[in-house]
């Protein structure tokens, strides 16, 4: 397993990227990464369930990152789903629901019928506007390595999320300790992209060394790198 970032649209043309962190309890390093880099973590927890270890876990990672929280109770279509265990669970552990009187937002979803997922994605955007988030598409892009990793036909692979500027074919970069140019650039599905704008995930081809996850990334797009060298 590892972090992997996916792209959800909506109809009414916003769009909101998921950062994927395993819940396994091995995972704990994933789990604080995928918090330092995220505006809002999704803590999903299965409405037969109770809450967990790592569920703590996460629950505290976000607070350490000073990230806020919407809740996704999941597995409602079971007959065994008790969404009251699972609030009065994270009641004790200070996350109050709002039908709890709390502040924070919860949904109840079924991935099998699609029960309430249309209201956990609004919920998403409604906490994003309260938060006032905001990037600026016309600098050159700054981000977070995903994944690192040796593709034995491609060389090496740079998951990277973009949380603000654009990143462009041809555009020199700076990640981690290595450089290189963007010589192709994939969405989460392969597909090749011109650019990545902000908020969107984005697979490089080009860097000179494998990145650790983490790592910071900067470009610069190739009309500055060549005034600079004239």
């Given at each position: 397993q590892h972090i992997g970032a996916y792209t959800a649209r909506l109809d009414d043309d916003h769009t909101i990227t998921f950062i994927d962190t395993p819940g396994h309890a091995a995972f704990t390093s994933m789990r604080t990464r995928g918090a330092q880099v995220t505006d809002i973590v999704v803590l999903v927890v299965a409405a037969?369930?109770?809450?967990?270890?790592?569920?703590?876990?996460?629950?505290?990672?976000?607070?350490a990152a000073g990230v806020p929280i919407v809740v996704a109770i999941t597995k409602m279509d079971l007959s065994s789903a008790n969404p009251d265990h699972i609030k009065q669970?994270?009641?004790?552990?200070?996350?109050?629901?709002?039908?709890w009187g709390g502040e924070v937002l919860c949904a109840e979803v079924s991935s099998i019928?699609?029960?309430?997922?249309?209201?956990?994605?609004e919920k998403i955007l409604l906490q994003a506007e309260v938060m006032e988030l905001g990037a600026y598409p016309d600098k050159p892009a700054k981000g977070t390595v995903l994944e690192g990793k040796i593709d034995?036909?491609?060389?090496t692979v740079?998951?990277?999320?973009?949380?603000?500027?654009?990143?462009?074919?041809?555009?020199?970069?700076?990640?981690?300790?290595?450089?290189?140019?963007?010589?192709?650039?994939?969405?989460?599905?392969e597909n090749r992209l011109e650019e990545?704008?902000?908020?969107?995930?984005?697979?490089?081809?080009?860097?000179?060394?494998?990145?650790?996850?983490?790592?910071?990334?900067y470009s610069v797009s190739g009309e500055q790198e060549a005034r600079e060298i004239e």
């Open positions: 037969d369930s109770r809450v967990m270890p790592q569920t703590e876990e996460a629950i505290d990672h976000a607070r669970d994270l009641a004790n552990h200070h996350v109050l629901v709002e039908d019928t699609g029960e309430g997922v249309q209201d956990l994605l034995p036909r491609r060389g740079t998951n990277v999320l973009i949380q603000d500027g654009t990143l462009r074919l041809g555009d020199y970069f700076v990640v981690g300790q290595y450089s290189g140019r963007v010589r192709v650039l994939h969405d989460e599905n990545a704008g902000p908020g969107m995930p984005a697979q490089i081809l080009g860097a000179s060394g494998v990145p650790e996850a983490g790592d910071s990334f």
